[in-house]
């Protein structure tokens, strides 16, 4: 990898560069070591690349325990202005609180 990285003019920061192996109920739960000299890549138990929480067992638990508390204050937030006002008031609410932390 460093070798093509070089060969494309693009440097890799191994300083924050980390692995993640994904583990199956199928598969052996060998040790992995990958790194580069001296230094040794850090092995992560979860990692949140492009703003999607996943784990290495490739579940959505993290992912839902995180929008959780998010959902339940922007649902109340909506359901007092359902009483007060109508729908086309609180879809804009809806759109721009809950449905983009579910997208």
Not at 22 to 38: D, R
Request: net charge positive.
């Amino acid at each position: 990898m460093i070798k093509w990285f070089a060969a494309s003019k693009l440097v890799l920061n191994l300083d924050k560069t980390n692995i993640m192996k994904v583990i199956t109920k199928n598969s052996s739960h060998s040790t992995l070591h990958i790194g580069y000299k001296e230094d040794n890549i850090e092995r992560m138990a979860n990692t949140k690349p492009l703003g999607l929480q996943s784990d290495n067992h490739i579940n959505w638990k993290n992912c839902i325990e995180q929008m959780v508390p998010k959902s339940i204050s922007t649902s109340y937030a909506i359901r007092s202005k359902i009483q007060i006002s109508d729908m086309s008031t609180v879809k804009p609410i809806y759109c721009a609180c809950i449905h983009s932390v579910v997208k």
